[in-house]
């Protein structure tokens, strides 16, 4: 993958999937990596790999919502490194579960860890990147930021509002002339943990819910959605879709308009675990 080396990375939710795999790629790229992760089993296992790749590596144990830690960090990174050309806010937590039966502070934790966590990355990395002179910011939201399912009224939101606010940052940097490009990421199903660690409503069945998820749903591997990511990057997408079902899925709505609600609220039920 051509454009990447001796760039310093930043990957957050870096202990698993999609955040793992692209610490991974970035490094065989030829980056430097700042990784982190609340998991830090998992982030060891992402820093032994990357240090076998023999690149240099930052790895701590950050959590995305935690605001002030999120500002120190930035500059600790800037300072370790001397400079911070990307960062990928990949972070991410799934629930599921009807609007009606969702406690208020289930929605909130799905905000703050998928929304705020990815505002307080780009807030707090921005000045680095447009300091380093070549700089990308590269913001995960889901095929669930393009369209809405039942059951999903709070991954939507926080995805929804994490495309808003990366499209309008990407407008913004072009208008401002700061040397800072940005690309949304919209995955389809992703063979991760994701749904083995996400929550559930009362009375939904977590463990067939992930398999479902798992069996169902998650069609393309960490791996091939890291390459997908890393290209769109190369190219300076605004937007990257990845894998068929986010494909096929996008043009639907696109040519239903609002009519694609109709559609699913007949379709979803019948293929959903209850
Ligand atoms: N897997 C999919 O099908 C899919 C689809 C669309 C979007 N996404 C998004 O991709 C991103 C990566 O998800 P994944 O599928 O690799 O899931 P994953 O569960 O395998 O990895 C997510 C990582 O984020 C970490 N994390 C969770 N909360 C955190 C916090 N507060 N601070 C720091 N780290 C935290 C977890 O510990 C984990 O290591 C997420 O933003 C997710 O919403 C995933």
């Known amino acids: 993958m051509q454009g990447f080396a001796g760039k310093v990375a930043v990957v957050t939710g870096a202990g698993s999937g999609i955040g793992q795999a ?3 790629e970035l490094a065989r790229a030829g980056a430097q990596l700042a990784i982190s992760d ?16 023999g690149v240099r590596v930052k790895a701590d144990r950050l959590d995305v919502t935690e605001r002030e830690a999120f500002l ?8 370790h490194f001397g400079k911070v050309n990307q ?16 406690q208020f502070k289930d929605i909130e934790r799905v905000m703050d860890v998928d929304f705020w966590g ?9 000045p680095h990147l447009i300091d380093s002179g070549d700089g990308h910011v590269i913001n995960i939201s889901s095929l669930f930021g393009l369209l809405s399912t ?18 309008a940052l990407r407008q913004e ?25 996400a929550t559930v409503a009362e009375g939904l069945d977590a463990a067939a819910m992930a398999e479902f998820f798992d069996r169902r749903l998650a069609a393309t591997t ?53």
């Open 87 to 102: 960062i990928y806010n990949n972070a991410g937590i799934a629930y599921s579960g009807n609007i009606e039966v969702s």
């Open 22 to 24: 692209l610490a991974v």
């Open 38 to 53: 609340v998991d830090t089993e998992g982030l060891a296992q992402t820093e032994q790999r990357l240090t076998a790749l």
């Open 72 to 79: 120190a960090y930035a500059d600790e990174v800037k300072e």
């Open 222 to 274: 960490a791996e091939e959605a890291a390459r997908v990511i890393l290209e769109g990057v190369s190219k300076n997408r605004a937007r990257v879709l990845i894998g068929r079902d986010a494909k096929v899925l996008d043009l639907l709505v696109r040519a239903l308009g609002s009519g694609y609600q109709r559609l699913f609220t007949f379709v979803i039920p019948k293929f959903m675990p209850r």
């Open 118 to 126: 990815v505002v307080n990355g780009t807030k707090a990395f921005l």
């Open 173 to 197: 940097m072009v208008i401002s002339g700061h040397p800072v490009k940005v690309t949304t990421v919209h995955p389809g199903g992703i063979k991760t943990a994701i749904a083995r660690n």
């Open 150 to 167: 039942p059951g999903q009224g709070a991954y939507n939101a926080a995805k929804f509002a994490v495309r808003g606010f990366t499209e």
